[in-house]
């Protein structure tokens, strides 16, 4: 009859008599590789097992959600996050406007210049440069990317007001996701003029793909100095995708992962622009991530409740890997957990996030806080940010 608790009480108690200074946690419970979820004897006999074997179980601690830290408001929906910095926060709005929080507690810096919604963010230098500088790159309903930098030694009390020093047009439509290659040198936008363009980050006046426009001030002090703001364009183009392409990942240098409203998940390669795996199911995709094991496992959720996970390195079977089906609205961002195989979370129009772990089919934890749809969440160590209208 013992449940999860039970044992682990037992595990607990065994703790404390090695360790007298054993300070008392919940354990969660693997038998033959998958989670118990429910009273041993339920579980032996939902796998069939025979209550006269001998049962080795693995115990290990217990994910748990943290508690939650003060919300961040915003003027209107919070649409991108990127929360892969230890010291900073960055966030997109449908006000046109990305901001830079320190330490997940006060904005320290404001990035304008887009003229419609920011629709996705992303730190280019996850670490602080030498020079003590951090890249940003934004996409926007505009129809265009910015790259921005700002200074990491902020001023607390103050929200700096920052103009990008290089602009990326060339999609014809809307941009709705951003992904930045492992080495930090390329970027690659999804739009809904359903194309994927690939974009170096580095560029000055004298490079073929750049050029110089308009001279333009790039704060709010209309006695500030005047910058030269570059422009660059488009090194590549990737076509296939037949309707808006919702979700782009680059895990690995030469492979990037897209996922379109056209229902399908396509790989390409980076260096030749040429699609080298495809996968259809039969749903229109808003969201996909790479992760779980050497990042090879795809997550991808969209118009219905569930969340699908598929293995590409397993040829000849498109039906996914894994199944979790506990929201009850369409999934519209998914992301792994940067540092385990086994976690992952989602985000739905439910108003819920949930944290998965693929040793079982049930949530590990649901948070719904939000009153809303939640539009974008992202898995990092040590928090998990939510974000909503």
Not at 39 to 67: C, D, M, N, T, W
Not at 109 to 119: M, N, P
Not at 264 to 293: H, I, P
């Amino acid at each position: 009859e013992l449940s999860r608790m039970g044992l682990s009480e037992i595990v607990n108690s065994l703790l404390l008599s090695a360790e007298p200074d054993h300070q008392a946690q919940p354990f969660d419970f693997i038998v033959d590789g998958e989670l118990v979820r429910m009273p041993l004897h339920q579980f032996l006999l939902a796998k069939g097992i025979s209550a006269e074997r001998v049962l080795e179980l693995e115990y290990i601690k217990a994910v748990a959600p943290r508690k939650q830290e003060p919300p961040l408001p915003h003027d209107d929906w919070v649409s991108a996050v990127d929360g892969s910095n230890p010291s900073f926060i960055l966030t997109g709005c449908y006000d046109g406007l990305a901001r830079i929080w320190k330490d997940a507690a006060e904005c320290t810096q404001v990035l304008e210049g887009h003229s419609g919604a920011i629709t996705s963010a992303s730190f280019i230098n996850k670490g602080v440069e030498t020079d003590g500088s951090l890249h940003v790159v934004t996409g926007s309903k505009d129809r265009s990317l910015r790259l921005f930098k700002f200074d990491t030694s902020v001023t607390i009390g103050s929200s700096k007001r920052i103009g990008a020093y290089k602009i990326l047009p060339g999609h014809t439509s809307s941009i709705q996701s951003i992904a930045v290659d492992p080495s930090r040198n390329m970027i690659c936008s999804a739009s809904w003029d359903t194309t994927i363009k690939l974009w170096a980050v580095e560029g000055s006046e004298e490079d073929s793909d750049t050029v110089s426009v308009k001279k333009r001030r790039m704060n709010s002090d209309a006695s500030g100095p005047e910058e030269s703001q570059l422009e660059g364009s488009a090194s590549s183009t990737l076509l296939g995708h037949t309707q808006c392409v919702s979700s782009v990942a680059w895990p690995e240098q030469r492979t990037i992962y897209s996922a379109s409203w056209d229902h399908s998940v396509r790989q390409w390669d980076a260096q030749t622009g040429r699609e080298t795996w495809n996968m259809f199911c039969g749903k229109a995709l808003n969201c996909l991530d790479c992760g779980g094991e050497g990042s090879s496992l795809i997550a991808a959720g969209g118009s219905d409740p569930v969340l699908r996970v598929w293995d590409p390195r397993k040829p000849g079977t498109t039906a996914p890997i894994f199944q979790f089906s506990s929201h009850s609205s369409w999934i519209s961002a998914c992301k792994w957990h940067p540092s385990s195989w086994f976690h992952l979370i989602s985000s739905s129009f439910d108003g819920k996030v949930m944290l998965w772990d693929l040793r079982t089919a049930w949530p590990l934890a649901s948070v719904d806080s939000h009153k809303d749809k939640v539009t974008f969440s992202i898995c990092g160590l040590p928090f998990a940010y939510f974000w909503g209208k």
